[in-house]
Every structure is written in C-alpha cells, then in structure tokens.
C-alpha cells in the first residue's frame, strides 16, 4: 500500500514570500490532517479535513495560512505571507475513518525562512 | 489550561533492559491515548492505541498502561535494542467532538549496546 505522498521535501523562503505544500493521503482514506512540528516539539494540529470538508480549523493562523482539499483528495496548505517563526516541518497525515483508525504520515516538508 | 509532559527529553538505557517512558497530562478527559515513533527526517509512526476503559494493551515487546485516575500513560520497551533508538511521541485526542491529536513533545530514546 503506498503511504502518504508529500511535496516538496525541503524549501527555503524569505520572509514574506508564499509557498504551498502537497499532501497525497492513502487511497479511501477519508481524514486528512496538517500538522505543524517545530525543532524540539511534538506535532501540532493545524487543520483537519472530512473528505473534503474542514472539521477543524481552530489552530490554523487563518491571517497567512489557508487550506484546501478539493475533491476530497490531495490537499494543499499555503502560507502567504510567511514569517520566521513559520520555519518547521509541515506534516500530512491520513486515516481511514478517525482518529481512532491508525493515522498514517508522510514525511513531511521542511520550511526554512529566511 | 490542557498539558501533556513527557518525562524528561532523553533517556539513555543499557542494550537488552526494558525502557519505560512517561506521558502525564493534565486537564484533559482522553477517550483514548496513542504512542507514535518518529525517527530523523521522517514523520511519525504509530505503534498503539489504548482506550480509556483498557488498563494495559501489548504488542511484540511493547507494552502501554493507562491510568485515568492518575492521568498518565507509560509505555515500556522489553528487551530494548540499538534499533530501537528513536523519539516517541505521546498523542491523545483532542475531545469535544474533534478528534484531531494533541502530541506531547517526545522522549528521545538511547540504546546503548
């Protein structure tokens, strides 16, 4: 079975500039959620999709984030404009029903600000 | 306001002796709990999930606890290896109908042959 599919794996930005990241969650996978891990910490949720539906969006820094899952497949998180603090690792994750089902993540993208 | 700890950030453990790690949480009601491994450069992996009406869940030579009285998890390694060298990330659900993770920070784990 192949896992969750994410792109790019690295990017370095300047300050203010945007970016996206790509997620491809495991086929028949209904959930899919953007976690934020900055260096030292554990992963930290930012939004979370129901097929194609937002189920909860209460962490997601509405003002430069934004999140979308057309079709109820692949996903894409932008940040624009971006900020230092923004810098950390953007993990997808996928699980077939809930969070009670495994969750399953990518590997994730590393975002460097500058 | 709602924490989870995880007992202190590395832990060094002789080859072959069994590891305990410690998730403690507080102002939390978890309708469950999950351990995740996560190695360098790469996303989480799941290993368990205990419910909160299960005392004790096992799998190969690990082994979760979960205490809602004492609101704490521990989750133990037998037979400890160089491989299994790792962090490991506490996560319970979030409640209140979402059912996203809230994650710990890790224990970062040492086996030393």
């Keep these: 079975e192949a896992g969750v599919a994410q792109s790019p794996r690295y990017k370095i930005i300047e300050k203010r500039q945007s970016v996206a990241f790509w997620c491809n969650p495991i086929s028949g996978h209904a959930t899919l959620y953007w976690y934020q891990q900055i260096l030292g910490q554990g992963p930290k949720l930012l939004i979370q999709f129901q097929n194609n539906g937002v189920v909860d969006d209460s962490q997601l820094p509405k003002d430069r984030f934004s999140a979308e899952r057309l079709k109820g497949v692949d996903s894409t998180l932008k940040i624009q404009p971006a900020k230092l603090e923004d810098s950390a690792v953007y993990l997808c994750a996928s699980t077939l029903r809930d969070s009670l089902s495994q969750a399953f993540f990518g590997q994730g993208t590393r975002l460097t600000v500058v | ?113």
């Design chain 2, 1 to 113: 306001s709602q924490k989870i700890e995880q007992n202190s950030e590395a832990l060094n453990i002789q080859e072959g002796k069994t590891a305990t790690l410690t998730c403690n949480y507080t102002n939390y009601s978890p309708a469950y709990l999950q351990w995740y491994r996560q190695d360098p450069g790469r996303g989480p992996v799941f290993l368990l999930l205990i419910r909160e009406n299960e005392k004790e869940k096992r799998k190969e030579r690990l082994k979760v606890t979960f205490d809602t009285t004492l609101k704490q998890s521990l989750f133990h390694i037998t037979a400890s290896q160089p491989a299994d060298s790792a962090t490991y990330l506490c996560a319970l659900d979030k409640g209140g109908g979402a059912d996203g993770l809230t994650f710990g920070k890790g224990t970062h784990l040492i086996i030393q042959p």
